[in-house]
């Protein structure tokens, strides 16, 4: 099974872009819903945007909705995160979850849902 492991965080100024990526260890994420969580100190968890590697359908979490973009290679080993126009309220530990053979009609939190060990964004403003 493949399990997700994050890159690309970092710190970046207010108004700024990032690009993270969740890229599939062991395996690929055919047929996978690979999803981007993001967990702010003393907040709940929150999903931020999920694809459907099989179908391309994508889905935001209304925060991310017009200034993050979710896409996947062509090999089908890495999603990708584009996060622009960054606000300090994007702070957060980014995870990547990767549910196989599921279509993504919903966030990807099932028991059969594989989680990265996330990769920390910080905005300043």
């Known amino acids: 099974q493949a399990l997700p492991v994050e890159s690309g965080g970092g710190s970046v100024q207010a108004g700024g872009s990032l690009r993270l990526s969740c890229t599939a260890t062991?395996?690929?994420?055919?047929?996978?819903?690979v999803a981007w969580f993001r967990q702010a100190p003393e907040q709940e968890r929150e999903g931020v945007a999920r694809i459907w590697t099989l179908g391309g359908h994508t889905y935001f979490g209304d925060s991310a909705k017009g200034r993050f973009f979710i896409s996947q290679d062509s090999t089908k080993k890495v999603v990708y995160l584009q996060m622009n126009r960054l606000k300090p309220e994007d702070t957060a530990m980014y995870f990547c979850?990767?549910?196989?053979?599921?279509?993504?009609?919903?966030?990807?939190?099932?028991?059969?849902?594989?989680w990265g060990h996330g990769t920390q964004v910080t905005v300043a403003s």
């Open positions: 979850a990767a549910r196989p053979r599921a279509s993504c009609w919903e966030w990807p939190t099932s028991d059969d849902t594989y």
């Open positions: 062991g395996g690929t994420f055919v047929n996978t819903c």
